[in-house]
């Protein structure tokens, strides 16, 4: 399963941005749960969104809920994660993955995506 990240960059603080990840080749199966997580530099990977490949049913960390949508295309075998009013401590890098329940834990997925940087200034 290859997975490819994209779209991080800089951004001020109360700005949005929209990072993507693709699944590289083949389709991605209907019971599947795609997520996002993110690491800060010296901190672990910490759980942001995931959604629910086949139900479109979505979960969010406390600290990005209302600020954040996941969503899907399944035409493009694509994930979304769009950031709205971004603050200096969602910097960090982004990273999509690939389970099979909205797990909050790191270690519960085998798949994951190489990255990708986001930078909120204040």
């Known amino acids: 399963v290859q997975l490819q990240a994209s779209g991080g960059g800089l951004v001020q603080a109360g700005g949005s941005l929209r990072v993507s990840c693709a699944k590289a080749?083949?389709?991605?199966?209907?019971?599947?749960?795609m997520a996002w997580f993110r690491q800060a530099p010296g901190q672990e990977r910490e759980f942001v969104a995931a959604?629910?490949?086949?139900?479109?049913?979505?979960y969010y960390a406390d600290s990005v809920e209302g600020r954040f949508t996941i969503s899907r295309d399944t035409a493009r075998n694509t994930v979304y994660l769009r950031m709205n009013s971004v603050k200096p401590e969602d910097t960090a890098v982004y990273y999509c993955?690939?389970?099979?329940?909205?797990?909050?834990?790191?270690?519960?997925?085998?798949?994951w995506g190489q990255g990708t940087k986001v930078t909120v200034s204040s």
């Open positions: 993955a690939r389970g099979q329940e909205p797990f909050r834990e790191a270690r519960r997925y085998n798949y």
């Open positions: 080749s083949g389709r991605i199966f209907s019971s599947a749960v």
């Open positions: 959604v629910g490949w086949g139900t479109g049913r979505t």
